[in-house]
Structures are given as C-alpha cells and as structure tokens.
C-alpha cells in the first residue's frame, strides 16, 4: 500500500489528476448523501463509503480510472436489508460481503461477472430504477413511503391526493420538481457554468431558496461521523447464521460485484490507458467492502457517473480517485454541519432523475424489434424486482435467460423429403436435446408405415442420450416391421 501512495505522490500527471479529482468530488457529494438519506441511514455514512472508495480502493490495483463510492443501484437492497434486519446488521453483512468479493476475486472468478446476459443487466437496472421512482416521489411530498415495491407504485394515487391537500407537502413537491429541471436543463447551460456538476448546482440552488424563503421543508438530520460511524457487534456477526441474512449476503456481493465490472467495461472503453484487470478490481472493491462494514457503512460498487466524470475531466492515473476521497474526507470532518442545510426534497430529485435514467426505456423499444425473447427477459427481470425483492428478482432473470439459452442451443431441424416413390428421406441437423424430443417424434411416427426411411443424422452437431436412445428405440421399432426397413445414416 505504501508504495501505491508513493506512486500516487511522484504521478506525473498530478497536475491532471488534481483537477479532476476536484471535479469528481463535486459530482460525488451530493450522491454520497443522497444515497444514504434514501437508503435510511445517516448521510454521513455514505460519505464514509465515498471516502473508503476513493482512498483505499483507489490505492490498489485492478482500474485505473474508475471511481468507487455508494451506489443508486444499490439503495433498495440496502433499504430492505436496514428494514428487515435493523442498522445494526448492516456493517456485518456489507463485511461479509467484502470478503466474499475478495475470494471470489482470488478464485479468478471476476472475468465470470461478464458472462451474464446484458438483458438481466439492464432489466435489474430497471427494476431498481423504478423502485427508486416510486419511493423518492413519497420523500419528494415528505410522506412516508410504504415498505414493498407493489406497495409504493400502488399508493401513488392515495399520495398524490395527501399531497394535494397540504401546503407543506406541495411546497417540497416543488422543490423536488424544480430539482429535477436544473438537472435537466444544466446540460444546455455555458460550457464555463457547466464546471459545476448539476447535481451540485440543484443541491446548492434548492438550499439557498430554501434558506432565503424560509421554506417549511425537511432537511438532512446531522449525527456527525464520528457519532455516525457504529462498527457491527458480536451480535451482528452471530446474526450471520441467519439464512435470510447470507441470502442477504450473497445479493450484495453478487450484484455490487456484477456492477463494479460492468462499469469497468464501460470505462475501459472512454479511454486509452491500462485496461481492467477484473480479478484484482473485484478484490480491490471486496477490501473496499470489508472496510465498510467494519466501519458499518452502506456497500459500495464502481460508479460509472463519477467514473465517467473523471476520464472527462481529463484524469491520467488513479492519483485522481484517490484525491477526490481525500477531499471527502476533509468536507466531512471540517464541514459536517453544512449538511443539515441540504432540503431532503432536492435529494429526491437527484434520485428521481437518476432513477429514470437507470429505465433504458430506449433498448426495450431496440430489443422488442429485434430479439423479443430478450425484451421479454429484460422485462421479466424488472417486474420481479418491483414484485419480490432485488435479489430473487434477478434470480428470475437468470433463470429465464439460462432458460432461452437451452432452448435455442437446442435448435433442431427436420426436413422431410418425400418424391412419392422410392424411400422417404428425413434429414436432422443442429442439436438434438430432450428439449425438442416431442416434435422430432411427432414427425417420424407420422412418416408413412408402408415404404422404407432414410433417417440422416449427418448434420447433426449433438445429441443428447435422451435423443439418441429415443431414435434408436424408433429406428428398432420401425425396422421390425419386414416391409418398412429404416437406413440410420450417421457422420
């Protein structure tokens, strides 16, 4: 680790490296809270996790360029998991996690996260970002949100109504939308405003008119990090036996660890420098994790906001990411008190606007005309998320998509060639599996009883036992009759 800092220290790019890391920072900040406040912890603790990802998974190796801190993805398995098992459990289940990160990491299984189907991907990205949508629209009124998915999207009528009727709820209900059209309209805004990151500039903007209009609206609630910070107990670490909480466990480390790579693939991509190493950065963000949960903070994963933000701002090597937890580090020790300045609704409306960008409304559209069954996976995955929970949802998408994959893998084709005299010819080419066993028979108890058969198996690529033994027993049963002999032609 020590020569990571020397090397951040004498990086010939610290000039480059410094700049970014301010911007990062920035960009940082707001969702640091947000994430927190929406994941019904204390906003200091997603600091801690922004500064943990920055500092110590920005000293070790794996990206270079990629940022780690607490993600949106993340916010409902963190609600649901702080909901059911208390804030106390928390630290020891995001450590158990981490070390599960690192094993899996040095089992080399890191270039395995890549094989998961990009519809389950952006379905579970959906389901999340809808489930975001509908509980942040209950913080942006001030109201309480209900505890299941189902639950939240089919309260938003009755909310609406409750918010209607109260001045202070409308009061945050505009903050939140004019959150939102600060974040919207900042793209269009001078290339010289826009070094500010939207985000910021939303959250700046609402408390200073909150602050000048004296606007009844909630703020975030202040513990300090010290008093926030609370290491998990020998009871937490008993309560890991639960097999709720290891299911608990295991969602966290599986889908913080398939969003870290993802982004990683993503961030490669924006630049020219080293690539990924995928088992080290799995293990880097595993160590991140246990530091989290001894600290009991929220998980964290590679961000692609910020990740992308700083190749943008023209960052050359891992001196930026680590900055820019430094800078962290110091707003959350000299700066807590600013915090409780900052309108809860303006963070629902980052949220919101995040939320809605994790919906690819656009490759639903692509994938419908194209590839159906892998609409309808994305699909699936995301209704299940809302339905159940995030992790048996993803479940679900796995499964289906292990699914499709079977049964296109078991494409089979059966041509029948009939001229009226001589034998009849069936050709059988692709792979033959139990998964299209009814069909082939179908055809072949239906080829005429009366004249011989020509089965050709030559263009087959596979056949299963099951196939196999069901074709020959056919072929015995066929051939026992003296006047309908059956010719198996094999490669």
Known sequence: ???????????????????????VFLVALPLCVGVAVASGVPAELGLVTGIVGGIVVGLMPGSSLQVSGPAAGLTVLIFEAVSQFGPAMLGAIVLAAGLLQVLMGALKLGRWFRAISVSVVEGMLAGIGLVIIASQLYAAAGLPAPASGIDKIAGLPDALVRAAG???????????????????????????????????AAVLLATL????????????????????????????????????????????????????????????????????????ELMAQGAGNTVCGLLGALPMTAVIVRSSANVQAGARTKASRVLHGVWLLLFAALLPSVLGLIPLPALAGILLHVGWKLVPFRQVVLLWTAYRGEALILVVTAVAIVGVNLFEGV??????????TAWQASHVKLEVVDKGAGPVRAFLSGNATF???????????????????????????HVDHACRTALENWAERHSGVETEPVKVMTP
């Not at 505009?174 to 010289?192: D, F, H, N, Q, S």
């Not at 004296?214 to 107990?233: F, K, N, S, Y």
């Open 209 to 280: 008119a909150s602050s000048a209009f004296g606007l009844q609206v909630a703020t975030v609630e202040v513990q300090g990090l010290l008093g926030a910070i609370r290491p998990p107990g020998a009871d937490a670490f008993g309560g890991l036996a639960q097999p709720a909480v290891l299911g608990t466990v295991l969602a966290f480390a599986l889908i913080a660890s398939a969003e870290s790579l993802f982004s990683a693939a993503a961030v490669d991509r924006l630049h020219d420098g080293p690539r990924t190493d995928y088992d080290k």
């Open 435 to 461: 998964l299209r066993l009814p069909k082939i028979l179908d055809t072949l108890e239906a080829l005429p009883q009366d004249r011989p058969v020509e089965l050709d198996l030559s263009g087959l690529h």
């Open 1 to 23: 680790m020590s020569g990571a800092v020397n090397a951040v220290i004498k990086s010939p790019h610290l000039r480059q490296d410094f700049a970014a890391s301010l911007v």
């Open 395 to 404: 479940l679900i998408g796995l499964a289906l998509s292990v699914a499709k």
């Open 166 to 200: 109260s001045t202070e709820a409308l009061t945050s209900l505009g903050m939140g939308a004019a959150t939102i059209a600060v974040l919207v309209l900042w793209k269009r805004m001078p290339k010289r405003v826009r070094i500010l990151p939207g985000a910021l």
